[in-house]
């Protein structure tokens, strides 16, 4: 048996603008089945007055998939990221036969389940006990199987008290996460899932990443769709950028991820802050420029590992403030809060500025680990937080950096995980036992 779970080859698909897509139910192509014999009849004596079909081709049309070609071996977690509209959806209706390419092949090798939208493939007239029953059926589940899963899939969605009434009346929540459960609980070969940890709490989305986890490590093919980039580093093996439609990069799931998040902005050395980069201004303070400094004051974006981290700061006070404290906070491109550094921490006094021009410039001893960095700015009145209270100013993702893997006398690393390798002593000896 071939090891080749999903193979596409020149996918491509395109609509025409302000057309809507009919995707078909279960009950209506059995419909149409009981109907077709008496519509055969008919149409042989009524000439057809339509014209024949002619794809869609112009200024009206949009490829949402353009030439999509790649493989997914049995047993592969694959996580597809991209930005919204960039067709990531579109392939996975594909890869369920919701809709059909225009366009190319996709050939699927085992049974798949798929979560695409909140309560996808239920009927909203039947009952969660029902649909789990019908959900099942349609994956080619026996009675016996679905019997002994019933359970855990009712315990995971945490829908006991409402398991026989109809899901009409469900929640968008309790949706998504019978939906999800019945996916992840039914034992697919192939689990297709499209962003389903963009809605539910915190709890939920935590309960879902360690099934997903589970169930990758049961053997089985996983298509994760998702925005929720530490998701997908975290438990994907390979990973699909697609960008208008293409395949922009495939890889590692770290190195694919860190090139599309620095794709978000130009590289900018100089770190001009301009208008649209400030959130909510009061006005009385703006930032004007951030910089990270090389050791003879050149700005970089890039530096070595072990390297202090040295950043100059310009803004402008424009109407008189008091008690301000400058805030610099440092994130992994992926999301990860690395550390929030505030004027005031190494003993300095808060603020009080008349109208003027302010430069201020900082080094810390922050040993982080080789990835892509972005540096977030806050003037809040003290005592202000980080991401909370008032702010005069506030810029997020200012500046982006890289941390490079080599040490500046060229050694590389150890590779380990974390964020940080702090500087560390060990003392190890051998303990002699004196003799009685």
């Known amino acids: 048996m071939s090891d080749i779970a999903i193979h596409c080859e020149g996918l491509s698909k395109q609509y025409r603008i302000g057309q809507r897509e009919v995707y078909r139910t279960l009950r209506d192509t059995l419909t149409d089945a009981m109907h077709a014999p008496l519509r055969r009849i008919r149409s042989a004596f009524q000439p057809s007055s339509l014209p024949a079909f002619q794809p869609p081709n112009g200024d009206d049309t949009i490829w949402a998939l353009k030439d999509v070609s790649f493989e997914i071996k049995r047993g592969q977690v694959v996580g597809i990221i991209g930005r919204n509209g960039s067709g990531k959806s579109t392939l996975l209706k594909i890869l369920s036969r919701i809709t059909e390419p225009t366009e190319g092949v996709a050939e699927i090798h085992g049974r798949v389940a798929s979560l695409l939208e909140v309560g996808t493939g239920f009927h909203p007239e039947l009952t969660g006990r029902e649909n789990i029953y019908l959900n099942g059926a349609i994956l080619g589940m026996k009675r016996v199987e679905l019997d002994r899963k019933f359970d855990e899939i009712v315990a995971f969605a945490e829908v006991e008290k409402f398991i026989d009434t109809p899901v009409k009346h469900y929640s968008s929540g309790m949706h998504v996460r019978l939906a999800f459960a019945v996916a992840a609980h039914l034992e697919p070969e192939i689990l297709l899932v499209d962003e389903v940890l963009a809605v539910g709490d915190a709890a939920f989305q935590k309960k879902c990443l360690g099934k997903m986890g589970n169930v990758a490590k049961e053997g089985r093919t996983v298509l994760f769709v998702s925005h929720n980039m530490r998701a997908v580093t975290d438990l994907c093996q390979r990973c699909l950028w697609i960008n208008e ?192």
Not at 300 to 315: D, S
Not at 328 to 343: F, P, Q, R, W, Y
Not at 405 to 410: H, P, Y
């Open 245 to 436: 439609g293409r395949v922009t990069q495939e890889g590692p799931p770290r190195q694919v991820v860190l090139a599309y998040l620095s794709s978000g902005q130009p590289e900018r050395v100089d770190g001009v802050i301009t208008a649209d980069m400030h959130i909510n201004p009061t006005g009385d303070v703006s930032f004007r420029r951030v910089a990270l400094l090389d050791k003879r004051g050149k700005p970089i974006t890039t530096f070595f590992f072990g390297e202090p981290l040295r950043i100059f700061i310009e803004f402008e006070v424009c109407r008189p403030v008091e008690g301000m404290r400058l805030i610099v906070a440092i994130e992994k491109l992926d999301g990860t809060l690395v550390s929030v550094l505030h004027h005031t921490d190494n003993v300095q006094e808060p603020i009080d500025a008349q109208p003027g021009q302010f430069v201020a410039s900082m080094e810390a001893q922050l040993p982080l680990m080789p990835a892509g960095y972005t540096v977030h700015l806050a003037a809040k009145p003290a005592p202000g937080f980080w991401g909370s209270g008032k702010s005069w100013d506030w810029v997020q993702r200012a500046l982006d950096f890289y941390v490079e893997e080599f040490s500046s006398d060229g050694f590389s690393i150890l590779p380990s995980g974390g964020i940080v390798r702090p500087t560390v002593t060990w003392d190890i000896r051998r303990r002699e036992f004196s003799q009685t």
